[in-house]
């Protein structure tokens, strides 16, 4: 069952059209990679989904039940929360704000946070605070917040930039697991070209001059696949 | 010891004392809230922006002999421009820092020109400079208080929206929430708290209010709440110490110090300390 379909979508950003007649659709369990080089438009287009950037052209459909309320979200840190005075606990449970009713948080709501930090083995660190946690605890934190804000779909903005080799493999796993196990759709933005192979089930190549959109066996026989992957292995 | 108490106990008995007690202490804690959440976001010159446009706007009272009512007055222009500047901020290619200083400066001077058509700069003006917490009316007091007791039960209300929309904007926004909604949220209750704050203060000081007990507890806090908690706590023991002072206090020249900016300097006290506090602490780590 499809959640998000885009048909010949448009996207500018700062006034240049960086997505150009784009269409491609999500299904439900999918896990999505988005890739391309710098500049060709990843996060802009996953901005465009997210509804953070106004769309040009074409249109964004979702289905299957899923409203934004549903959405969760992996951003890029911003130069403001690098030293940002906020305990782990704090950062997760706001993820949960967006069903929450009254001003303040419920019980159930903080035993959602507390299960996300579990899952995603950041319990102990609950009372530390972020911006004295290592770049791969950073982002298990803000994916714990994601977790909170959705059931369904989980959107990831370079979810392993700037982390080592290590922390990157195992930050893969954990989505793979969220995916697989957890049954959550995942749409990721990468550059790491061999990294999200081993992810996802469909590949979203952006790229100046046109775009492919396929499953990963396509993408591998494909001329964009042809040219990156072996570009990849040869550098 | 016993001299000095008594001296207080003298001060509090005026009602002057009282006031500028009751209202500075109210204001004091809005600012600090407000201030964590406008540190964090980069806003912190907002104060001073809006401040000068309150000074322009109470000038403008001035000439239309609404003195006595300014605050009436000064209230929903520098909640408009509260708004307006949010606005340059997000559609336009002036950022910031830049629309900040083009409001501040602009306000100030077209303040310092329309009170050359009254009876120009006298100490009035000067009093809406540098503040004097001690000439509030009782009706300032009344309106101070019942408005920053408005601003803290909104505060408490949204506190949860409020670190959200400071801590990531876009994620909000992207989870469903009404982020602009929340944002308009904060600049409002800071404009109705720069305004409230100016006659303790004066538009050249309040800033402090807002940026020392936030900067200064991020020396040493580790959670939103702490920081919130510890520079509200700040922020009224620093008013309190600074007030005492500047009553009791008599310079060699003979002169008592100027309210406001004594609170000022205990709160760079405050802020040195606890900078050293931190300094030594993560030393000790290592």
């Known amino acids: 069952m499809s959640l998000i379909s885009c048909k010949n979508l448009s996207v500018a950003y700062d006034g240049k059209t960086v997505v150009n007649n784009l269409s491609f659709s999500v299904d439900e369990g999918d896990a999505v990679c988005i890739v391309g080089e710098n500049g060709s438009g990843k996060t802009t287009l996953m901005k465009s989904l997210l509804g953070l950037v106004k769309t040009s052209g074409g249109c964004i459909e979702f289905s299957g039940g899923l409203f934004q309320s549903e959405i ?29 009713k009254g001003p303040f948080f419920s019980k159930k709501e903080k035993a959602k946070a507390a299960y996300n930090m579990e899952l995603l083995g ?49 930050l893969y796993d954990l989505i793979k697991k969220l995916n697989r196990e957890d049954k959550l759709t995942v749409i990721m933005v990468s550059h790491d070209i061999p990294g999200s192979m081993d992810i996802a089930n469909k590949i979203l190549h952006l790229n ?5 959109f396929g499953t990963t066996d396509e993408y591998e026989k494909s001329d964009f696949g042809k040219h990156f992957l072996g570009g990849g292995a040869n550098g | ?29 809005c600012a600090a809230l407000l201030g964590v ?24 009272a001035a000439v239309l002999n609404l003195t006595d009512a300014s605050l009436y007055v000064s209230i929903p222009i520098v909640v408009i421009s509260a708004f307006f500047l949010l606005r340059i901020n997000e559609n336009t290619k002036i950022k910031g820092d830049a629309a900040i ?43 101070s208080v019942a408005l920053s007791i408005v601003v803290l039960l909104l505060f408490v209300l949204f506190y949860n ?19 602009n909604l929340y944002n308009t949220v904060i600049a409002v209750l800071t404009a109705v708290t720069i305004v409230l704050g100016m006659k303790v203060m004066g538009a050249l000081l309040i800033s402090a209010l807002i940026i020392f007990p936030a900067v200064s507890s991020m020396r040493v806090c580790k959670s939103f709440l702490a920081v919130t908690v510890s520079s509200a706590v700040i922020a009224v023991v620093c008013f309190i110490i600074g007030l ?20 000022v300097i205990i709160n760079i006290v405050v802020f040195l300390v606890l900078s050293a506090v931190k300094k030594i602490t993560t030393l000790k780590k290592k």
């Not at chain 2, 400066?105 to 001690?134: K, M, Q, R």
């Not at chain 2, 005492?244 to 609170?263: E, F, H, K, M, R």
């Open chain 1, 208 to 212: 100046h001059n046109g775009s492919f």
């Open chain 1, 122 to 170: 950041i319990t102990h660190l609950k009372k530390r605070c972020y911006q004295e946690l290592s770049g791969g605890q950073q982002q298990r934190v803000l994916l714990a917040r994601a977790l909170c804000a959705t059931k369904k779909i989980l959107l990831l903005d370079e979810p392993v930039a700037g982390l080592d080799p290590i922390v990157t493999a195992e």
């Open chain 2, 244 to 263: 005492a002072v500047s009553c009791v206090y008599v310079s060699p020249a003979g002169y008592t110090l100027p309210t406001g900016a004594t609170i």
């Open chain 2, 161 to 179: 929206k409020i670190f959200a929309v400071t801590f990531d904007e876009s994620f909000m926004k992207a989870t469903g929430l009404r982020a």
């Open chain 2, 37 to 60: 959440s406008l540190v964090l976001k980069r806003y912190s010159m907002i104060g001073d922006g809006l401040s000068h446009v309150g000074f322009g706007a109470t000038a403008i």
């Open chain 2, 101 to 143: 200083g083009i409001i501040s400066s602009g306000a100030l001077a077209v303040g310092t020109v329309i009170i050359s058509f009254t009876n120009g700069l006298n100490t009035d003006v000067c009093n809406y400079l540098f503040g004097s917490p001690l000439t509030m009316t009782k009706s300032d007091v009344y309106l």
């Open chain 1, 72 to 100: 969760g979200y992996l951003p890029q840190q911003t130069e403001v929360q690098k030293d940002f005075p906020a305990s782990v606990n704090e950062i997760v449970l706001s993820g949960c704000l967006n069903k929450t």
């Open chain 2, 1 to 29: 010891m016993a001299d000095l108490f008594s001296q207080i106990q003298y001060y509090l008995g005026f009602t002057f004392v009282q006031r500028a007690l009751i209202a500075g202490i109210l204001i004091s804690l």
